[in-house]
T-cell receptor, first 113, second 112 residues
């Protein structure tokens, strides 16, 4: 049983396209996150949600729109993809805002060509 | 305010010890440590909350000196399985404002 699962694992798409990455956690956690890891392995938070409510929205282009239909799911939709969006995107969850030990999904490697 | 990790990379022989440091220019609420193997997701190792505690996880332990705003990760008698990139993550406050900011990572290679 995968605790935090993301789909797809790989995504290759052309510039200008719109794509979505889905994330689900079965840990019963209240808090979920999206992180971006660039080619230099720098891991940066993009968004965090607690019980479906947006908590953190870092300086991310508004082409990126997260959606949390329930506390077990946090999806990421990206409009008008650019070359610079190529990276590995990790979904993560933590028990709540006090217990922030993060459990990461396997990552989605996005390549924009 | 990204924490600063050092060294950037370290190569060890099996059985040797290593120390990875993480420092912040801002007062810390907590420090997390994660290990990421190539092509995999980061895996949580431990969290240290302010209070100057030390924690252990098998032969991996860490300390947190909140006065110096520093944490160190100690890997004792390293094994091949310890290879990977180690990230520290820092939080500056509690509650809804908690936000994990990661350092740039330390690449650890353990050779037989």
């Amino acid at each position: 049983d995968t605790a935090v699962s993301q789909t797809p694992k790989y995504l290759v798409t052309q510039m200008g396209n719109d794509k979505s990455i889905k994330c689900e956690q079965n840990l019963g956690h209240d808090t979920m996150y999206w992180y971006k890891q660039d080619s230099k392995k720098f891991l940066k938070i993009m968004f965090s949600y607690n019980n479906k409510e947006l908590i953190i929205n870092e300086t991310v282009p508004n082409r990126f729109s997260p959606k949390s239909p329930d506390k077990a799911h946090l999806n990421l939709h990206i409009n008008s993809l650019e070359l610079g969006d190529s990276a590995v995107y990790f979904c993560a969850s933590s028990r709540d805002l006090d217990r922030t030990e993060a459990f990461f999904g396997q990552g989605t490697r996005l390549t924009v060509v | 305010q990204q924490p600063v990790q050092s060294p950037q990379a370290v190569i060890l022989r099996e059985g040797e010890d290593a120390v990875i440091n993480c420092s912040s220019s801002k007062a810390l609420y907590s420090v997390h440590w994660y290990r990421q193997k190539h092509g995999e997701a980061p895996v949580f190792l431990m969290i240290l909350l302010k209070g100057g505690e030390q924690k252990g996880h098998e032969k991996i332990s860490a300390s947190f000196n909140e006065k110096k705003q520093q944490s160190s990760l100690y890997l004792t008698a390293s094994q091949l399985s310890y290879s990977g990139t180690y990230f520290c993550g820092t939080e500056f406050s509690s509650g809804s404002a908690r936000q994990l900011t990661f350092g740039s990572g330390t690449q650890l290679t353990v050779l037989p």
